[in-house]
């Protein structure tokens, strides 16, 4: 059994980390709210963008846009895993380093070993960790995430961009967690570029679909500033999701660590006071045995 000291001074270092992990919860919980309101009103808007540009899609051959939706194959990829800056957030960054290597690993292995693949990280956590397992990551941006502006977003989205016009890259995948709650975090592989068309039923003609839509004043027009604009309103996105989703993860973790030391505290006093209880009745007995034994 541990000392009465060594007990002590458990108890102290519990007590002292059940205070950060509580700060921490309350903190991220502050950060989360924000955060949520942020892609919460983001979410319809970015989907009903994106599920116009798809509906269009077919439009878009031919026409000066039609570059982002140039499907030229998958002879140089680039993959951008997005994760957070710091840890402590449970499992979220190792998930998406995980879907990353799996990503790669089932899909561009080819590309991999050819030297074709670069991976561009958006977090410190995920390039440390893709670095100790060998991977060499072209460009690390640790910056997004100390502000997260669409400004900031954009400037990120308009480099790939220009990357896929320039033919660097043929493809450009997202790995990232979307926030669902606070306690659910759900990974994604989010194709960036090129732009793909909606799955629609094939007795249904593009034509009837486009027909939906009333351009004014003309679609070139509206093509040339809808598409751009829905690309990096994408980006931007996602790197919202995977911000609210890590301060999701983060309250959770915290929150779960405060009960864990909450529960080693019970132990630890039930164990101190165990220990003082025996003492004490050693010192009692000690006692009465020198009582007996000047008696006699």
Not at 139 to 149: A, G, P, R, V, Y
Request: net charge negative.
């Amino acid at each position: 059994m541990p000392s009465l000291k060594e007990v002590r001074v458990r108890i102290a270092s519990v007590k002292s980390t059940r205070q950060i992990t509580s700060a921490m919860k309350m903190v991220s919980a502050s950060k989360l709210r924000r955060a949520q309101n942020a892609i919460l009103s983001m979410r319809p808007y970015a989907a009903k963008l994106h599920e116009i540009m798809q509906n269009l899609s077919h439009d878009l051959v031919g026409s000066d846009e039609g570059v982002w939706a140039d499907d030229r194959g998958d002879y140089k990829v680039l993959v951008i895993p997005v994760t957070s800056n710091r840890g402590l957030c449970g499992a979220f960054n190792a998930n998406v380093v995980k879907e990353t290597v799996k990503l790669i690993d089932e899909k561009y292995s080819s590309q991999y070993k050819s030297g074709n693949l670069d991976i561009m990280c958006l977090g410190k956590k995920g390039a440390d960790t893709l670095k100790a397992w060998g991977y060499n990551i072209k460009e690390i941006n640790t910056e997004i995430f100390d502000d997260l502006t669409f400004e900031n977003a954009v400037e990120i989205a308009e480099r790939l961009m220009n990357d896929f016009i320039e033919k660097k890259y043929d493809r450009i995948i997202i790995v990232y967690n979307q926030f669902k709650n606070a306690a659910v975090q759900i990974l994604q592989q989010e194709q960036f570029l090129p732009v793909t068309g909606a799955e629609t039923d094939p007795n249904v003609q593009t034509s009837d679909i486009a027909a939906n839509y009333i351009f004014e004043p003309n679609k070139e027009d509206i093509l040339e500033v809808l598409v751009p604009k829905t690309i990096k309103i994408q980006l931007y996105k996602a790197l919202l999701d995977s911000f609210a989703a890590e301060h999701g993860a983060r309250m959770t973790a915290m929150h779960m660590a405060t009960e864990n030391a909450e529960e080693l505290l019970k132990n630890l006093n039930l164990s101190y006071n165990k220990a003082r209880q025996a003492a004490i009745t050693n010192e009692i007995l000690e006692i009465v045995g020198g009582a007996e034994a000047l008696k006699g």
